[in-house]
């Protein structure tokens, strides 16, 4: 059944309202602007489909958030299985003047990010750089408030441990 104007009118508001922000959220599970793109466009499809539903839940970015995780994760598991090498690009870099540290210590966290498994990845993006809260973060992954809490706290410990290794890398250089 198609959607009333009235539908169609609050699935677009909720796409021009959200959409930077969904696709800040991929690009931050998949590391890749292309394939972020990607995922939002498909998430939005998907979502166009359901509005009708989505939109009764009262809680339509939580579900796009969820597919666009769910298909981040599919896409990493397929990498990993296909062993494709997935370059993960950093953000554009600020300007010069904002100086060359603050530029190495945001590439060092981009590193970081990446070498954490999907699943984890998913909820430190959700709880440290979208904000989100726990139950927030659970709700959208469809998880436990404890996954979300174990996750984000191995999450954080691997992370310290590739920057400390990095940082050492460096040093020995």
């Known amino acids: 059944m198609a959607l009333t104007e009235h539908e169609e009118q609050a699935f677009w508001q909720f796409v021009a309202n959200r959409r930077q922000h969904l696709v800040r959220t991929a690009y931050l599970l998949a590391g890749d602007h292309g394939h972020a793109e990607d995922f939002v466009q498909d998430a939005l499809i998907r979502a166009h489909r359901n509005w009708r539903r989505i939109e009764r839940a009262d809680q339509p970015e939580v579900y796009v958030r969820r597919i666009i995780v769910n298909l981040a994760n599919s896409w990493w598991r397929r990498a990993l299985r296909h062993r494709t090498h997935v370059a993960w690009e950093p953000?554009?870099?600020?300007?010069?003047?904002?100086?060359?540290?603050?530029?190495?210590?945001?590439?060092?966290?981009?590193?970081?990010?990446?070498?954490?498994?999907?699943?984890?990845?998913?909820v430190v993006v959700l709880r440290y750089?979208?904000?989100?809260?726990?139950?927030?973060?659970?709700?959208?992954?469809?998880?436990?408030?404890?996954?979300?809490?174990s996750q984000a706290s191995r999450g954080l410990v691997r992370m310290r441990a590739a920057l400390s290794e990095s940082r050492a890398d460096l040093a020995t250089r």
Do not use: Q
């Open 129 to 149: 750089y979208e904000d989100l809260s726990e139950a927030e973060t659970a709700a959208v992954l469809g998880t436990s408030l404890g996954t979300v809490k």
């Open 91 to 122: 953000p554009d870099r600020p300007d010069e003047r904002d100086g060359h540290a603050a530029v190495e210590r945001e590439d060092e966290l981009w590193r970081a990010l990446a070498t954490l498994p999907a699943g984890m990845r998913a």
